[in-house]
Every structure is written in structure tokens, then in C-alpha cells.
């Protein structure tokens, strides 16, 4: 026979986990609602959410695309590419405006008839002196314009070489600390047992038990949350090198053993405009 505060404890419990449920129902459609509107799909479209199938600690074949995605990234970057190409035209630019300040030389045959109908030929020779032209005034002006734009092609690599660092660096944090708040969970799984067991031989209390019971739950919320930044920071390096990341489809045995992340130097070298 359960007492009234055994049966108040269950019920608050049982409430709780059913709003945390609500909660992440209601989020979970807002987050669908904001992507049909990105997508430009209207609110009765039948979105499918892929199934995010990867581990923590992430696999070899994981933990590989993101090294390569680290890597390239100047290879797949559209504004990297963009300022790199502004670099050649202002260097382009340059070149043109040094070649107009070299007088130009034209050589040619003279001939011409006076009114005594007396014909000369002879040959022409003409240098145009640059002493009042605006040639230096162009080339200082090229020069400043592509020294702007390779200032702002090294700030960018600069910026996104950064970024793709301290991306790196929270991974492979967060999944350390995946790692630990999982042992935790595993310890209390085991001591909720504990529990399961002293309250069905009368020597444990259900509130003691509902307690541990909702502590476990929350570190597996934990989990969670962990994982979904996992993977947004995963979204953030894609953006970021512009490269793609699978995070989806089985994990072949063998070929993906699961190993902690290691942080690996970026050794890419600077291209020079």
C-alpha cells in the first residue's frame, strides 16, 4: 500500500518527464517552421528530418573529413577565391598604369608637298613627354588599391584560419566532456538500480528513488544538448571551409574504430596574392 507522499512524489515526477517531452515537441516544430521557411516550402510540407547517425568519441572516418575539411578550406572558400582573383586584376591594373608612364615613341615616313610643288620625304620620329599627364597619379592609385586588396585577402585567411582552429578546439572539448558527464551518467544508472532494488525490499523511500531517477534523466538531456553542439559546431566548420561533413550512414566495423579526438596543427601555407 503507497502512502499519499509516495504517490505525490510519482505523480510530480511522471509530470515533469511529460513536460520536458512537451518542451522539446514544441521546439522541435518551431525548428521545422523556421526551415520550411529557409527552404521556401509551405507550412503543410512534409519535412523529414534526416537521423544524425554518429558517435562520441567520433569515428576515424569522422574525425578524417574534418581534418581534410581543415585543411583545404582556401581550396573550397568563394571569398577567398573572389579576393584572391581581385589580387591578379589590381596587380594587372598596376602593370598597366607603370607601362603608361614610359613616353610613347612613334616612327613613321614624312611626306609632304609645298606650294612650290616641291615634295619632301623624310622619316618622323615623335616622343610624347608624360611631364603634365595624370600617369603617376593612376599608378599611386593602383598601388593603393591592390595593397587594399591584399590586406583584406590576408585578413580574411587570417579570420577564417582562426575560426576553423577554435572550432577544432571545441569539438574535441566537447567531446571530452561527453565523455565524462557519460561516465557520470553511468555511475548514477548503476547506483538508480541500487536504489530499484532497496525500494522493492522496503528499505529504500520512492522520493529517494524518484530523485536519482530524474538526476539521470537530466544528465541524459545533458547528453544530448552535448551532442546537438557537436553537431552545430560541425555545421559551423562547413560553413566555415566551405567543405561538406557526413554526419550520416552506418559505420562499417573496421574501418571506423573509435578513438578520441586528437588536435592536429594546420600546417596549410598562406597563398600570396
Known sequence: ????PTLASAKTALLEVKARIAKNSEKIQQEKAALKLVMGEPPGYDLVVQKLDFKVPLTDRL????????KTWMEHRLDIMALRAACRSRDQQVREAVLSQ?????????????????????PSVSIEIPLFDRGQGRLATAKALRIQAIDEYRARIFEARSTVE??????????????????AAAAREAMLDIY??????????????????GALLQQKIDLLDIRKGITE????LEVETGAHISLSGKISQGKDKIKPFTKKP??????KA
Open 1 to 4: 500500500i503507497e502512502t499519499a
Open 63 to 70: 574525425l578524417k573529413q574534418i581534418d581534410n575539411a581543415s
Open 102 to 122: 614610359f613616353p610613347r615613341i612613334s616612327i613613321g615616313i614624312l611626306h609632304a608637298r609645298d606650294t612650290g610643288n616641291v615634295i619632301t620625304t623624310g
Open 166 to 183: 577554435e572550432i577544432r578546439e571545441q569539438i574535441r572539448c566537447m567531446t571530452i566532456y561527453h565523455s565524462r558527464v557519460s561516465e
Open 196 to 213: 530499484r532494488k532497496a525500494l522493492a525490499s522496503g528499505t529504500a523511500d520512492v522520493l529517494t528513488y524518484y530523485q536519482a531517477l
Open 233 to 236: 559546431l560541425i555545421v559551423a
Open 266 to 271: 594546420d600546417n596549410s601555407n598562406d597563398h
